[in-house]
């Protein structure tokens, strides 16, 4: 599979924003040595010069992947996010039917066995019933939500939907096998369904507001038309797919 072009989203002399692919790692990693393209190299040869990417999404994350142009705004950038002046939301299709709003307040530990205080807000915006058994269930329910955590553990938005038992479809290894399975036998779709919406924040150094916002991606969107037949999303700009 090949990645290029990206798509980019935002650009400015110092900031530069993709809508990353599903399946694109953002820098080589020794645990990938599958991987043999990185969003830090695609980048950097696409627009002809160095790029620092100023956060990380997971591999099988799409979304908003935002890179500085040069190590002084890199350095700016590291700052606000770890002192989570950087607003993020994602979109996410989990199992099961969501509460309308819930606070998930649940510390998560490291490799390293620290343990890390990690918050979510989670907000329902359309629940689905759909003639697919599984299991001893006639049905199967599924849950389009908005998350927007407020620290940024790794993991965390998997790992606080699992917690709360509406894991994503598609993830590995906190989601749920057999509908994991259930999803590539069916629709032969093995995506996580995972989609950094949007970032919020003040300029490092003009202070201007930037909000960059990506629409959901081929894979994401099928699944949309496929489980929620009947949705109006005219409400929801941000989900159309490029």
């Known amino acids: ?10 650009q400015s002399a110092e900031l530069v924003a993709i809508n990353k692919p599903h399946g694109l790692l953002v820098h080589r990693s020794p645990i990938a040595s599958d991987a043999s393209e990185f969003a830090v190299q695609l980048l950097r040869d696409q627009l002809g010069q160095r790029v620092y990417p ?54 998560l530990r490291r490799e390293d066995g620290v343990v890390q205080e990690a918050f979510t807000y989670l907000k329902t915006l359309e629940r689905t019933e759909v003639a697919i058994p599984l299991g001893k ?16 553990r790794m993991h965390q938005l998997r790992k606080h939907m699992a917690h709360i038992f509406h894991p994503i479809i598609g993830d590995r290894p906190h989601g749920c096998n057999k509908q994991n399975k259930l999803f590539k036998e ?15 924040f003040s300029h490092p150094a003009t202070g201007e507001p930037i909000q960059i916002t990506a629409p959901v991606q081929a894979e994401f969107q099928r699944m949309l038309q496929e489980l929620f037949p009947l949705a109006n999303f005219s409400a929801l700009a941000e989900l159309v797919t490029l």
């Open 1 to 10: 599979m090949s990645f290029t072009p990206l798509s980019i989203l935002y």
């Open 54 to 107: 100023v956060h990380r999404l997971d591999r099988k994350t799409g979304g908003v992947l935002l890179f500085a142009l040069n190590e002084e705004v890199n350095s700016a950038m590291q700052v606000l996010f770890a002192e989570s002046k950087v607003q993020k939301r994602y979109l996410a299709i989990v199992r099961g039917h969501t509460p309308d709003s819930l606070e998930i307040d649940y510390p």
């Open 137 to 152: 269930h006639a049905t199967s329910r599924y849950s389009l939500v908005e998350l927007t955590p407020t620290t940024g």
């Open 186 to 200: 069916r629709f032969e779709m093995t995506t996580m369904l995972l989609h950094a919406q949007w970032v919020r």
